[in-house]
């Protein structure tokens, strides 16, 4: 029956099928196929619904054990009927995501074959899925996996689905079981939540959006997830629904379901309501569970997400010192109360915001937060990533690169400097030059002149006393000799963020333009902390789902700095809080050891101060940001006269609530010293921007001589380092602090830019709001490079 080899044949043709048996074994195998998938149709049972409408409450844990908030896990959704349900919502979700649906058997053959496809291979599984697929998912199906023998089910389940149940009934079980964000399941439940009315009453724009939402909120929502994904913006999620829902106009009018002339009525993006938080998350609670929460879907390995996490169930063990978390809070009302009154002074104290984060060196674990006045009013959370630049605070990342890294000659060759016996220019409009000498110039051919804060004139300065009166001219052309390539990876290594810092490499990079969250930057100010140890602030410890471990948090720590470099930073940092001139003096606390750096932009659009015991890091900034988030044209706006201040630094209110807090945070903490700055190794005296160098001598080459006139270093022993100036009195708000984030220009001007990238401009550090600003003047260089790549950039201003 089987004429193989075949009969009668020689050679070759011996070998080679004939027709007949090639048709009977492909009509055999087609047979057996249709024969298992027959009996595998047969043997599948649909499944009852789901009951994910039974989920429990996640309930939120503070550090001790005791309950901070129960939430999440109330299933927003009402079951409507198909006829509640508008024609316009069937329509766009067919033109939107399966356009055969009416007519379709509940799969799409190829999609599927892609998908399975994918997963046979490796890789992700992508396409596939009609309306009555997602529905079975949905509906039907409580394993979420993306397993081979999940999509095969699914094939199956979808295939007597879509035989045995009407199309009507699929589209109002799709419908009904979706998740469109903010906790809300099904059509009904999100009608209610962003556009407050029932299904029904939806007009078709209001439907092309929801169906948007169909392809993921977080991505879609014009309220934002930045803290579960930082490119899920409020102004990029709009417009990518602004997109998405023109395209869905758009292809209902192809596809015959809507007319050209009723799609021409919308023209407008149907803007939802804002989020609505429960009364339990009022205060600082919403921000503690949504940094929480982000953190969990973030790092868990899992896939559990937010509509995993919205069914509830969760049980969500924080980090956060439930005291700690209220005397943050208490220091910054009393700042607020006491200082800011928008009544009394609308154009100067109106849209102030205050942001904190704070922790553990020894561990990473942020033990609390400052993220608003609050969570069910203002939703921004402060204690993240604001674009609020960080100013002075960012000159040890600089001094850090320095001694890791080392200076480089004008041949190219480096060396590990030494803060104390080097020396560097502090002149005011100092010319800044490459590391070989040769001028810088921007894009536009312009010299970079840096000014220093108040035009204070210093001489050949040493680092440590330059970090003391935050002199901006040293550490910018100290910059420039190490390479901001090599400062931005101090930076990032201490624990910042790259996607938080300004890509390009001017010189005002060392000055702290880019805008990390006060989470990152006391994290990153923890590594100096723990000697030179980094890691990543984290908010839980540990995860359970019905009793099961499903998270658990892992201490990881990476070296970033040696020892001897970060003891030598916290060294010289201590020296900003306890010498008489230091910025940072008003943050001292008697009897424990402090270090930290003030910092201030120079338009005085945000102030700063970071610092740290061995125990706390804390970072506190200050900035003025219309909370409207409907107010498309909000920009930091300057703080002149704000508080009743002439000008806000990082030494004034953000130092005294820091100072505050950690009065209170510490109290009954054991003292623990810093450990004694350790030995650079081969550390030599470097002279830079200018600075003269001694004589050598034959038995000493690089030491400075003692007849050579230079500031001392301001050592906790000094008393007689140069004064630039006026001194500042122990209460003097307007203090010098540095922090000319904004700085250089072509002769002489450094606080030419502004926020928008530089339009306008005008001399610096005057006491009134910076006007006018020309070519000669010196356009400033912007902020936080948040207009790179238009046509301002980082060096606007006019040019008249």
């Known amino acids: 029956m089987i004429d193989y080899p075949r009969y009668g044949k020689y050679g070759w043709r011996r070998w080679v099928p004939s027709w007949k048996l090639t048709s009977g074994l492909f009509l055999a195998f087609f047979g057996s196929l249709m024969g298992a998938a027959t009996l595998a149709y047969a ?62 058997p509940g799969i799409d053959p190829m999609g599927i074959g892609r998908a399975v496809f994918n997963m046979a291979r490796g890789g992700q599984t992508q396409g596939g899925s009609t309306i009555t697929q997602q529905y079975v998912k949905n509906n039907r199906l409580n394993d979420q996996s993306q397993t081979l023998s999940r999509k095969m089910k699914e094939l199956f389940i979808s295939i007597r689905v879509g035989n045995e149940l009407d199309k009507p009934v699929i589209m109002a079980g799709y419908l009904n079981t979706s998740y469109y964000g903010r906790g809300a399941y099904g059509l009904q439940a999100a009608a209610r939540t962003y556009y407050g009315k029932d299904a029904k009453d939806l007009n078709p724009s209001e439907c092309a959006f929801l169906t948007s939402l169909l392809k993921g909120a977080t991505y879609f929502d014009p309220a934002g997830a930045p803290e579960i994904d930082r490119k899920a913006t409020p102004e990029a999620n709009l417009d990518r629904a602004t997109k998405r829902w023109r395209w869905v106009l758009d292809e209902m009018v192809k596809d015959k379901y809507l007319p050209a002339a009723e799609r021409a009525k919308y023209a407008a993006f149907p803007m939802p309501k804002k989020p609505q938080k429960s009364a339990q998350l009022s205060g600082q609670t919403g921000y503690l569970v949504s940094l929480a929460k982000a953190y969990f879907i973030n790092n868990n390995d899992l896939g559990i997400g937010e509509k995993e996490l919205s069914q509830g169930g969760f049980e969500i063990y924080t980090t956060f010192d439930k005291n700690k978390v209220k005397k943050l809070e208490a220091a910054v009302k009393k700042v607020y109360d006491a200082h800011i009154d928008p009544v009394k002074r609308p154009k100067t104290d109106t849209h102030v915001q205050f942001g904190g984060a704070s922790v553990d060196p020894r561990t990473g674990a942020i033990v609390a937060i400052y993220g608003g006045t609050d969570a069910t009013k203002h939703f921004t959370n402060n204690a993240d990533q604001t674009g609020a630049q960080v100013g002075s605070t960012f000159k040890p990342f600089v001094l850090a690169a320095a001694m890791r890294d080392g200076v480089r000659n004008p041949q190219g060759e480096r060396r590990i400097l030494d803060p104390d016996k080097s020396r560097y220019s502090g002149k005011n409009k100092l010319k800044i030059k490459n590391y070989d000498g040769t001028v810088w110039h921007n894009e536009e051919g312009k010299e970079w002149l840096q000014v220093n804060d108040d035009d204070a004139d210093y001489k050949d300065i040493d680092l440590r006393y330059a970090m003391v009166r935050s002199a901006n001219s040293p550490f910018v052309q100290l910059g420039m000799d190490v390479g901001i390539d090599k400062v931005r990876n101090a930076a990032v290594d201490a624990g910042l963020l790259e996607s938080s810092l300004v890509k390009s490499d001017v010189p005002s990079f060392s000055l702290g333009i880019s805008d990390p969250s006060a989470i990152r930057m006391a994290g990153a100010y923890a590594t100096f902390a723990a000697n030179g140890k980094q890691r990543d602030p984290y908010s839980v410890t540990k995860v359970k789902n019905r009793g099961t471990e499903v998270y658990k948090h892992k201490d990881e720590a990476d070296e970033a700095f040696s020892s001897a470099v970060a003891s030598n930073v916290t060294d010289v940092l201590r020296d900003v809080v306890e010498h008489p001139k230091g910025t940072g003096r008003k943050a001292a606390i008697p009897g424990r050891d402090v270090a930290g750096k003030t910092g201030t932009t120079d338009g005085n659009e945000s102030a700063w101060f970071v610092g740290y015991t061995p125990q706390l890091s804390t970072a506190i900034d200050m900035y003025r940001f219309d909370d409207n988030a409907e107010n498309t044209k909000r920009e930091f706006l300057e703080m002149f006269g704000t508080g009743n201040q002439p000008k806000i630094h990082g030494s004034s209110f953000p130092s005294q609530i820091w100072h505050d807090y950690m009065v209170d945070a510490l109290e009954g903490e054991k003292v623990i010293e810093f450990p004694e700055p350790g030995s650079l190794d081969d550390a030599e005296a470097v002279f830079g921007g200018g600075a003269s160098s001694p004589t050598p001598t034959p038995s000493m080459s690089t030491s400075p001589s003692p007849s050579v006139s230079t500031s001392p270093s301001p050592s906790k022993s000094a008393s007689t380092s140069p004064s630039p100036g006026n001194s500042c009195g122990v209460w003097d708000f307007d203090c010098n602090d540095g922090g000319n984030s904004k700085g250089g220009a072509d002769n002489g001007g450094a606080d030419g830019g502004t926020a928008d990238g530089g339009s306008t401009g005008g001399p610096s550090n005057s006491p009134s709001p910076p006007t006018g600003g020309t070519d000669t003047g010196g356009p400033g260089n912007g902020s936080a490079g948040k207009n790179e790549g238009t046509s301002s950039g980082f060096f606007g201003g006019t040019e008249n």
């Not at 844990?61 to 129960?70: I, L």
């Not at 999440?72 to 198909?82: K, T």
Request: proline share 3%; glycine share 6%; hydrophobic share 40%.
């Open 43 to 104: 043997m599948v049972e649909v499944p009852k619904e789901d009951l994910a409408a039974k989920a429990q409450n996640n309930v939120y844990y503070w550090a001790d054990g005791t309950q901070m908030a129960a939430t999440g896990g109330e299933v927003n959704r009402q079951i409507i009927g198909i006829d509640q349900i508008p024609k316009a919502m069937q329509n766009a979700v067919v033109s939107a995501e399966n356009k055969t649906f009416w007519t379709d």
